[in-house]
């Protein structure tokens, strides 16, 4: 692990969170009992907190070391098609790709399926939860249980998933359609 990285990110980190507050160096300095230099230092990564300092810091900021090392703000929220994740099936004629890679731990797990003429998914059993699609090209057939609806570039679909269920593009088209489901099961 490069120290370097980590020390780098704690300065940005803090002045962030000063920022936050709305505090100035000086008025976190006053508050933590230190001297603005010091807290000036810190956020360009001239000097290294101790970790008993780091605490005093963050108690002053309102947060603490847990939370401060563990920000979900490094998460990524910005996903290109170098990041997506694809399965072609040629049974079916379909391929999927997973636009939201690892989606499998969030609330709801988004893909996109693109299904030649004729193409299909494969059978989703019944489970818990709800599914969303939007169609951007061409149009295909939803079955569920024994119901079957037909959607169009531009429309969209919405149904809860008690019973089987999959997606079959019409014959001429074929079909692209972004399909979302809550809780995760692709």
């Not at 489970?127 to 119901?147: A, C, M, P, Q």
């Amino acid at each position: 692990m490069d120290s370097n990285a980590n020390k780098m990110d704690i300065g940005n980190k803090i002045r962030e969170l000063r920022n936050q507050k709305g505090l100035t160096q000086e008025e976190l300095a006053d508050r933590c009992e230190l001297s603005k230099g010091f807290i000036s230092q810190l956020e360009n990564d001239l000097t290294s907190p101790s970790i008993a300092t780091l605490i005093d810091i963050l108690q002053c900021l309102g947060t603490d070391l847990k939370h401060f090392f563990n920000d979900a703000d490094d998460k990524q929220i910005v996903f290109r098609n170098e990041d997506f994740f694809e399965k072609i099936d040629s049974d079916l004629h379909n391929k999927i790709e997973w636009i939201i890679p690892n989606a499998q731990k969030n609330m709801m797990e988004p893909i996109r399926v693109t299904l030649e003429p004729d193409g299909s998914t494969y059978p989703d059993q019944p489970h818990d939860g709800e599914e969303f699609g939007y169609v951007l090209s061409g149009s295909i057939t939803i079955i569920i249980g024994n119901r079957s609806m037909k959607a169009k570039k531009g429309e969209a679909f919405y149904y809860t998933a008690g019973a089987e269920h999959y997606i079959k593009a019409n014959g001429k088209t074929g079909a692209v359609f972004l399909w979302i489901s809550t809780p995760p099961n692709f």
